[in-house]
């Protein structure tokens, strides 16, 4: 097939590339300090604050489903992104005013929204089946992971000081940057054949009026769901299962039997995505407190504050993502065939196996019962090259799975996922969390049970994966048809 030539192709990916940088570093910040702002900022208790961890880190990714929905029909992809800044930046400075529940509704509503919006926009730019698209997500992903390089590196700083408003106010300040380089080049990011992009005048204005009462109403209703996180678990769990549901039905109206196989193929690997990122989402949560607690974090004679360890995937990403691009161009020219379904099994291995040494490193711990930062190292490092097996792979799925008009809903699906395993990952990390003691000769255990429960499931859904990989493969192969060249664009 040939390559459609899209006008501003790498002039785009060049600019979302930096946008990344700066979208990302306040949503960092938060990801990596709420749990400790909430235990050692405002001295509340290690249960509340991972549940609430949770339940923003859950209500982010689910919020994306809202950003695929109303992306490229109520809004351009662009100009919600660019909305989606203004309220990050407004959130994050009303967090450093004080007010927990107000900054992180404004927050979230904008965090929601604006990852659906980049990877639509950087989507469009290649066709279906254009190899490129893998690259071109590989090198956005390690421009958003500088971003977080940054914002962890940064929150590291102020954590030592417990200058925590300080740090919200740079993370709004990343923000309005973010959202400055949008407008300096709008023309360049302009949506191609969306619903909203092919509307009049007068039709883009009342589309534009609903989804300003829809964000508005979001902000309203988060202010209530995170005050009751167990309730707004529990609904995320059922909008999980009801876009199971959506999917379904969905795959089961198109004519095509390969467009069908394609939904199911997606279905199969968003699930497996839930099992993965279920272990990822704890680093915010459990395993964030475990490094604080239950590890020497002496490394080298440098004390290494927690959100300083999330730096070790930060810089695989960054380093990682090209090198990995460059790498499957270099297999593939050899005759290797590397398939999504592959790459999902590669990840589930590798987070599984991290898990697993995590666990047997509590029985090598000190005589106080501190493990060595070593042991991060090495987990940390199977989880990095897992997670671009993973992610970046799964946003280059969607364009090659769905059709166009659906983009947008499937992406916000799978970014949904992170949300779902979030709610999960709050689950396990409570089986090692003691609201009363936090010595790690009590607490090692408790922690040892987590991560030999994680590690172990997912390295077994990893097995199961490997067997269906034929069946995937037959799914979502290239099949010369009349009826798939039909299929919309």
């Not at 300080?166 to 400055?180: E, H, V």
């Not at 529990?234 to 969905?250: C, E, H, Y």
Request: glycine share 8%.
């Amino acid at each position: 097939m040939k390559t459609k030539i899209i006008p501003h192709q790498k002039a785009g990916s060049f600019i979302l590339f930096f946008v990344q940088i700066f979208s990302t570093m306040s949503f960092s910040i938060l990801y990596s300090t709420l749990v400790l702002y909430i235990t050692n900022g405002l001295k509340l208790n290690d249960m509340f604050a991972t549940t609430l961890t949770a339940t923003f880190v859950a209500f982010n990714y689910v919020l994306h489903l809202l950003g695929g929905i109303i992306t490229g029909k109520l809004f351009s992809h662009r100009s919600l992104f660019a909305i989606g800044m203004v309220l990050q930046a407004f959130g994050a400075y009303i967090l450093s005013l004080g007010n927990l529940y107000l900054g992180l509704a404004i927050f979230l509503t904008g965090a929601g929204i604006n990852v659906t919006c980049i990877n639509c926009i950087l989507t469009q730019f290649y066709d279906p089946h254009d190899k490129k698209r893998e690259k071109a997500f590989l090198w956005n992903y390690s421009g958003m992971n500088i971003g977080f390089l940054v914002g962890f590196s940064i929150s590291g700083i102020f954590e030592k000081l417990q200058d925590y408003n300080t740090l919200f106010q740079i993370g709004a300040l990343s923000n309005i940057l973010a959202f400055l380089i949008i407008i300096s080049f709008y023309k360049y990011l302009k949506d191609i054949n969306t619903y909203f992009s092919l509307q009049k005048r007068l039709n883009k204005n009342i589309l534009r009026l609903l989804g300003s009462l829809i964000l508005i109403g979001v902000i309203i209703s988060l202010l209530f769901l995170l005050k009751f996180s167990n309730f707004s678990n529990s609904l995320i769990i059922f909008i999980g299962i009801l876009m199971v549901f959506v999917i379904i039905f969905v795959a089961l109206k198109q004519k095509s039997i390969i467009s069908k196989e394609k939904y199911f193929a997606f279905l199969i690997l968003t699930f497996m995505a839930v099992i993965f990122w279920t272990l990822y989402m704890t680093l915010p949560m459990g395993l964030t407190l475990f490094i604080e607690h239950n590890v020497n974090r002496v490394f080298f004679h440098v004390l290494i504050e927690p959100q300083w360890a999330l730096n070790i995937n930060t810089i695989i990403i960054i380093i990682g993502g090209p090198l990995m691009a460059i790498m499957y161009k270099h297999l593939r020219l050899k005759g290797f065939k590397i398939t999504i379904p592959i790459q999902f099994t590669l990840a589930l291995f590798l987070i599984g196996l991290g898990f697993v040494i995590l666990g047997t490193s509590t029985n090598f711990a000190d005589k106080n019962g501190f493990i060595s930062f070593k042991w991060i190292l090495l987990s940390y490092l199977l989880l990095s090259i897992g997670e671009l097996c993973i992610s970046p792979i799964g946003y280059a799925m969607i364009g090659q799975l769905i059709p166009s008009k659906h983009q947008g809903t499937m992406m916000g699906t799978w970014l949904m996922t992170s949300g779902i395993a979030a709610v999960f990952a709050n689950m396990f990390s409570k089986i090692a969390i003691n609201n009363e003691k936090s010595d790690p000769l009590v607490t090692n255990p408790l922690f040892a049970k987590m991560f030999y429960l994680l590690g172990i499931s997912t390295i077994f859904a990893g097995m199961i994966l490997l067997i269906l990989v034929p069946f995937l493969h037959n799914m979502i192969k290239e099949k010369k048809s009349v009826e798939e060249s039909s299929l919309p664009r």
